[in-house]
């Protein structure tokens, strides 16, 4: 009995601090910022700002991904022009931030075709260093 108690005791505390955890990186992730704005024509600027996070890799990977998904709605191919990042601070009082302007253009729908060696060589036609005449 007093297993049971001090089992479900021990399982309650594990429970509530997961919880705990949890909702305090729920509140990180309601707190990051995502603008899109439109340059020119089919230019376009997306910025984010993500507290908590000191290295900017899944960031960056993030604006590329809402990039692509964005040109791609529209039936565009994606073509990024450039972007910078900053990293966040380790105590978390500054978020990490990041930008990219892209371009949403048609896509070339090039195909490359692959057509094999088209040229035949007769070995008696070749000259190496040693039969120079």
Known sequence: MKRTII???????????????ISEKQALY???EETLTNIVGQVWRIEAKW???VQTNRLTEHLY???MKHCDRQG???LAIKGSSSAGSEDG?????????Y?????LNYRP????????VNPDDLTDIFNQN
């Open 51 to 53: 507290p908590g996070v």
């Open 65 to 67: 991904d809402q990039g």
């Open 30 to 32: 309601d707190s990051r």
């Open 76 to 78: 565009f191919g994606f």
């Open 93 to 101: 009082s500054k978020p990490a931030t990041a930008w990219l302007e």
């Open 113 to 120: 075709e692959y057509k094999g060696i088209t040229k035949t």
């Open 7 to 21: 089992l479900s005791s021990a399982l309650a505390a594990i429970l509530l601090t997961g919880c705990q955890t």
């Open 103 to 107: 371009r949403c253009q048609q896509p």
